[in-house]
């Protein structure tokens, strides 16, 4: 095989309470990448469609973590990189992730599979840092995994796949304004006080537990953020209206996207997705923001060949 295209999907980072460790992957949203064999050596991208990045190889996310990958295997052969945006960067949503992880992915497949899942996501963080001034896998995981995971250890890296309840479905709100990773972490705290941290680890622990066994009261229960969302919620306008109209609308939770500006909700089944869709319209349509919205299912396959 000399080439492959790709759908590379967006992701929900965090999942309210699992700040840097737990994410999830969305179905009808994401990028596309060709991805081609060449005899000259080395790395390089040679077309990018949908918003305006970076060619150089080493200023672009996917031609970070391809140039590890590819200086980590010493392949005998280059590749060429071309990307269709559709995520647009700094949306919350995994648009670095999305290009990190598929490079990675798509060498691999013309490499004939040399490295497992996990190895992957070891070199698309390379790529994400890239962006985000850190190395953090909750975006990567789910995009090359697809599904529910959380990430055990960044270093060394380890990541648990979750199940996925059947009837899950997530609403997306995406203002159009941008808010880059690197700025949305550094406005957080170093330390957080004892009694937010029993309770946010409790409630990770209790959303794992309730993905588990498809409990969608204790989903409920535990989609909450007491430690980020309070420091990063004044960088959404209209956060709170949303939040509550969602409630209101049946949602499951309601949370900010990954470090934002785009907020998510999950309900349980398509039809209270789609409500919660129609109620956080009405509260941007009432301002001057533009904003897109989503209905997906949680696409369990992550990462696919097109
Ligand atoms: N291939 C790429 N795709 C997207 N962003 C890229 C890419 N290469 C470099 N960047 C840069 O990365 C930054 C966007 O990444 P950032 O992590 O801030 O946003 P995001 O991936 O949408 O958010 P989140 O990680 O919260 O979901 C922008 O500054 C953009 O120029
Ligand atoms: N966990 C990361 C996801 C965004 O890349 C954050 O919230 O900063």
């Known amino acids: 095989?000399?080439?492959?295209?790709?759908?590379?999907?967006?992701?929900?980072?965090?999942?309210?309470?699992?700040?840097?460790?737990?994410?999830?992957?969305?179905?009808?949203?994401?990028?596309?990448?060709?991805?081609?064999?060449?005899?000259?050596?080395?790395?390089?991208?040679?077309?990018?469609?949908?918003?305006?990045?970076?060619?150089?190889?080493?200023?672009?996310?996917?031609?970070?973590?391809a140039l590890a990958m590819y200086n980590d295997l010493l392949p005998d052969c280059g590749f060429e990189i071309e990307i269709y945006k559709n995520i647009k960067p700094g949306s919350g949503i995994g648009s670095s992730s999305a290009s990190a992880a598929g490079s990675v992915y798509g060498i691999n497949e013309l490499l004939g599979k040399p490295l497992d899942k996990t190895k992957l996501t070891y070199f698309a963080m390379k790529g994400e840092a890239l962006a985000s001034k850190c190395e953090h896998a909750d975006n990567l995981a789910p995009a090359i995994f697809g599904g529910f995971t959380l990430v055990k250890s960044a270093h060394p890296l380890q990541i648990l796949e979750l199940p996925t309840p059947s009837d899950l479905y997530a609403t997306l709100i995406h203002p159009q304004i941008e808010i880059k990773t690197s700025e949305s972490r550094a406005i957080l705290p170093k330390e957080i006080p004892l009694q937010n941290a029993i309770t946010q680890w409790a409630n990770v622990g209790s959303l794992v537990h309730a993905l588990h066994t498809s409990n969608y009261d204790l989903i409920k229960d535990a989609l909450i953020d007491v430690v980020i969302e309070p420091h990063r919620k004044q960088l959404i306008p209209h956060f709170g209206e949303v939040k509550l109209a969602a409630m209101e609308a049946g949602a499951l939770g309601c949370a900010i996207s990954g470090s934002g500006?785009?907020?998510?909700?999950?309900?349980?089944?398509?039809?209270?997705?789609?409500?919660?869709?129609?109620?956080?319209?009405?509260?941007?349509?009432?301002?001057?923001?533009k904003f897109e919205t989503y209905v997906s299912k949680i696409n369990t396959e992550g990462i696919k060949i097109l």
């Open 1 to 65: 095989m000399k080439e492959i295209k790709i759908f590379s999907p967006a992701t929900v980072a965090n999942v309210a309470c699992g700040f840097d460790v737990l994410g999830f992957c969305l179905d009808t949203i994401g990028d596309e990448m060709v991805i081609r064999k060449t005899v000259e050596k080395g790395i390089r991208i040679t077309k990018i469609e949908g918003h305006d990045l970076p060619y150089k190889t080493e200023e672009n996310v996917a031609g970070v973590s």
């Open 261 to 289: 500006p785009s907020i998510f909700a999950l309900s349980k089944s398509e039809a209270t997705a789609t409500n919660v869709e129609k109620a956080i319209r009405d509260v941007y349509s009432k301002t001057d923001i």
